[in-house]
């Protein structure tokens, strides 16, 4: 597509359910990524895939959350056992790759905007 | 641990004033630097990068930024702001050993009354 595409674009649900957010990356760009922006905060880096795999899972806070893209393309990032401090903006990036370099340019979609009550 | 801090959270200014919103990065090695602006209602766009050469980089609608590598520093600048440059403008880095990673500062919220 022309851009990053992220569904929803808002999810309200309560503390304890499960929630799946997904990203439709920019067509041929081989990375993915994940961030989450908490109010007042910048974006926080949560995992980076290249291809199908997770190469960077680092940013991930805990084991409630869990990311996939089994494809290469779409990505899901799952999030078990919802709390009130999960709410935040997730926003999904992609990149062409990585050069050489690491000049790398990430494309953002607008975010979904998780709410847990 | 590596992080961007931006000094100021929110500027006000008149049209036509010059901005300078300030950005220092902590780390040692090579960086790479970003400016992304997120205007009311959209997402987050790239202003400028810098990779490497000149340190002074100039950017889409009039910006420019100045990387300092001895004062770890990434400033933006416009000489002259208009009412619809109001936004909220986040300073990035990645680093050698995690370009896949970009450190976000806190962004700097720009106000411009006409």
């Known amino acids: 597509g022309a851009g990053v595409s992220q569904t929803p674009s808002n999810k309200v649900t309560e503390k304890g359910k499960y929630v799946e957010l997904r990203c439709d990356p920019i067509s041929g760009h081989t990375a993915l990524y994940w961030y989450r922006q908490s109010l007042g905060q910048g974006p926080e880096f949560l995992i980076y895939f290249q291809g199908t795999g997770a190469a960077d899972d680092s940013g991930l806070p805990n084991d409630r959350f869990f990311a996939v893209r089994p494809e290469g393309s779409v990505s899901t990032l799952k999030i078990q056992r919802t709390e009130r401090g999960d709410s935040a903006v997730y926003l999904c990036?992609?990149?062409?790759?990585?050069?050489?370099?690491?000049?790398?340019?990430?494309?953002f979609g607008a975010g979904s905007r998780l709410t847990v009550l | 641990a590596q992080s961007v801090s931006q000094h100021n959270h929110h500027v006000i200014l008149s049209e036509a004033a010059s901005l300078e919103l300030g950005c220092n990065y902590s780390y040692g090695g090579t960086v790479n630097l970003f400016w992304y602006v997120q205007y009311p209602g959209q997402h987050l766009q790239l202003l400028l990068k810098y990779f490497s050469g000149d340190p002074l980089v100039k950017g889409i609608k009039g910006f420019e930024a100045e990387f300092i590598k001895s004062k770890f520093s990434f400033n933006l600048r416009k000489p002259s702001v208009q009412w619809s440059d109001t936004a909220e403008y986040f300073c990035?880095?990645?680093?050698?050993?995690?370009?896949?990673?970009?450190?976000f500062g806190a962004g700097t919220r720009l106000a411009v009354h006409p």
């Open positions: 990035a880095f990645s680093f050698s050993g995690g370009y896949n990673k970009l450190i």
């Open positions: 990036a992609s990149s062409p790759g990585q050069g050489i370099s690491g000049a790398n340019v990430l494309t």
